[in-house]
Nanobody, 126 residues
Framework: QVQLVESGGGLVQAGGSLRVSCAASGRTFSTYFMGWFRQAPGKEREFVAAIRWRDSSTYYADSAKGRFTISRDNAKNTVYLQMNSLKPEDTAVYYC???????????????????WGQGTQVTVSS
């Protein structure tokens, strides 16, 4: 099992930037993918970005491409999501998740992640 703790959320104006972090502990050596998802009120949890632990390949939702960047710091066991050019529709609770079991390649599906953080609120004002 991997324990995940997100931080860095907050309130930002449209067009601004924010970086959220996810600190991992526990069985991090068995991680296949780390992902970022988000959930707005009344909506389903949706994929934002993922990074494959083996080779740091990155994957993005269409809504995130060109604006968001997922990265990792091995020494700190931390994954980051740098968000630029933020829009009001990016407002949501952002969750990080770890796939330590499936390695299915379906990094865009929440059901293929076993461990989740508690989430951090990102609010973008217009």
């Amino acid at each position: 099992q991997v324990q995940l703790v997100e931080s860095g959320g907050g309130l930002v104006q449209a067009g601004g930037s924010l970086r959220v972090s996810c600190a991992a502990s526990g069985r991090t050596f068995s991680t296949y993918f780390m992902g970022w998802f988000r959930q707005a009120p009344g909506k389903e949890r949706e994929f934002v970005a993922a990074i494959r632990w083996r080779d740091s390949s990155t994957y993005y939702a269409d809504s995130a491409k060109g604006r968001f960047t997922i990265s990792r710091d091995n020494a700190k066991n931390t994954v980051y999501l740098q968000m630029n050019s933020l829009k009001p529709e990016d407002t949501a609770v952002y969750y990080c998740a770890a796939d330590t079991r499936f390695n299915s390649g379906r990094y865009y599906l929440p059901s293929f992640y076993e461990d989740w953080g508690q989430g951090t609120q990102v609010t973008v004002s217009s």
